[in-house]
Structure formats: C-alpha cells, structure tokens
T-cell receptor, first 114, second 115 residues
C-alpha cells in the first residue's frame, strides 16, 4: 500500500536556526512528492514538488526539500527559520494507482519561537 | 490571477438543513477536487472532476452528499440533510492537468458547523 508518514507532530525551532520537517514515503515505482503549508484558517498553499531530476528542489518562501531515494525520504528544509514560518506542513505523494490522487501525511506543526 | 474561490467561508446550520458549498476553480484548470479536513481523519478526497465530469466519487461519505460541476468555472458540494458529524473544513482544489505531475491549488476552505 502506498503511504506517506510525517513522524513528528510538532517541530520547535528558534528564529534564525535551520529547520527540518521530516517526511518518508512508501510507493511502488518513482514517487511524485509534494509539500504544502497551511496557515491558520487558510487553505493549503503549494510549496514545492519533486517529479524527476535534481534531488534538491527549491520552492516558495526560501524552502527546499531533498529527495533521497535510498532512504525514501523527502525532508523539507530552510536554512534560517522565521517566526512567520509557524504553520502546519503537509507532505503528500501521488497515488500511483491513479494519476490524480494525492496521499497526504498527517501534518507537522512548526513553531518558530522569537 | 485569482486563486480558487470558495463560498461561504463559514457556515453554521442546524441538523437536518441543506448546505451548499460553492467553488470557482482557477481559470484554465480542467481538474477539480473536493476535500474534507477533520482532526480525526485529516484530509480526505471526496470527489474528483475532470473536464466537468465526475471521475471518482468513492470518497463521498454517503448519499447525503452530492456534487455537481455544471461548467468549467463552477462547482457545488451539497449536503442534505446535514448532520453534526459533517462539521469540518471543506476545501476545493483545482489543477491544470489530470496528469501525475499536476499541482493542486487549494481554495481557502469553508468551515462548516452543524449544530
């Protein structure tokens, strides 16, 4: 069965420090991976995606993610966290049995303290 | 370019009433998705339309839920009759392509409370 896991419910980091939000996946074949961010009372905003090519993907708001096939991971990173980055982050993987379905992780709440 | 538009943003209703949620996808997108988000179940895909045609409604909870897409710029999700367990945030999303690489763009959501 295809799945995506976000092992941390919450990540705490000080402003200015690097941040990592973890995501691992399990799919058959080559994965299509996505990161979304959800601010309070807002919809999900697309951050970045990996389809093919360079393992390091750069996205919106200074975020990047590294695709690691051997570890089946797609961790979200940012070199220097901002208080405004505090939000709920979702990793998603394309369901390879259907070209349109996204399988979402449970979400990780990021808290950046001043 | 405007994003996905949803209305209303908040809806409070009483059990048994009919609820209609509305969505306007991004212009030029041919795929439309309705999702439901709850604390217990996370994000669930309810129904998927491609070129205004329902392709997958396997996520629709029961017959009380129905969705339509009469044209490329408008879709509705209707709950009749509504029940307290339907309380959730309902998102509409659209995508330019139905292909696997397509990115889904979400609207701001409708927070539904059924008393």
């Amino acid at each position: 069965a295809q799945s995506v896991a976000q092992p941390e419910d919450q990540v705490n980091v000080a402003e200015g420090n690097p941040l990592t939000v973890k995501c691992t996946y399990s799919v058959s074949g080559n994965p299509y991976l996505f990161w979304y961010v959800q601010y309070p009372n807002r919809g999900l905003q697309f951050l970045l995606k990996y389809i093919t090519g360079d393992n390091l993907v750069k996205g919106s708001y200074g975020f990047e993610a590294e695709f690691n096939k051997s570890q089946t991971s797609f961790h979200l990173k940012k070199p220097s966290a901002l208080v405004s980055d505090s939000a709920l982050y979702f990793c998603a993987v394309r369901d390879m049995d259907s070209s349109y379905k996204l399988i979402f992780g449970s979400g990780t709440r990021l808290l950046v303290r001043p | 370019d405007a994003g996905v538009i949803q209305s209303p943003r908040h809806e409070v209703t009483e059990m048994g009433q009919e609820v209609t949620l509305r969505c306007k996808p991004i212009s030029g997108h041919n795929s439309l998705f309705w999702y439901r988000q709850t604390m217990m179940r996370g994000l669930e895909l309810l129904i998927y339309f491609n070129n205004n045609v329902p392709i997958d409604d396997s996520g629709m909870p029961e017959d009380r839920f129905s969705a339509k897409m009469p044209n490329a710029s408008f879709s509705t999700l209707k709950i009749q009759p509504s029940e307290p367990r339907d309380s959730a945030v309902y998102f509409c999303a659209s995508s330019r392509t139905s292909g696997a690489e397509g990115t889904q763009y979400f609207g701001p959501g409708t927070r539904l409370t059924v008393l």
